[in-house]
């Protein structure tokens, strides 16, 4: 069992920055595949960003490339989800997910631990 807790959303201007964390319980952090997904009132909820228990680069959808970072620190049990340059589009509920593998899946169906969500508001 993994539990995970998200934390750093809030209001900022467009093109501000936001960094969430995720802090994960449980054990066996370290093997398993973290997520972002968000979810934007009256829309489905939508891959962001993952990553491997390995690290490297990371996965991305095509609208966060080049804005969004994913890390992760296993020795804190936290991944992180630092945003740049936001749009007002980027507004939504975000949420921190965990996979017990070693690929980054994009369906959210796919994820078996679940954080309670985030919000993230990018004002014009």
């Known amino acids: 069992q993994v539990q995970l807790v998200e934390s750093g959303g809030g209001l900022v201007q467009a093109g501000g920055s936001l960094r969430l964390s995720c802090a994960a319980s449980?054990?066996?952090?370290?093997?398993?595949?973290m997520a972002w997904f968000r979810q934007a009132p009256g829309k489905e909820r939508e891959f962001v960003a993952g990553l491997t228990y390995s690290g490297g680069h990371g996965n991305y959808a095509n609208f966060v490339k080049g804005r969004f970072t994913i890390s992760r620190d296993n020795a804190k049990n936290t991944v992180y989800l630092q945003m740049d340059s936001l749009k007002p589009e980027d507004t939504a509920a975000y949420y921190c997910a965990a996979a017990n593998s070693i690929m980054v899946y994009t369906m959210q169906h796919q994820y078996s631990y679940w954080g309670q969500g985030i919000q993230v508001t990018v004002s014009s």
């Open positions: 449980g054990n066996r952090f370290s093997v398993h595949t």
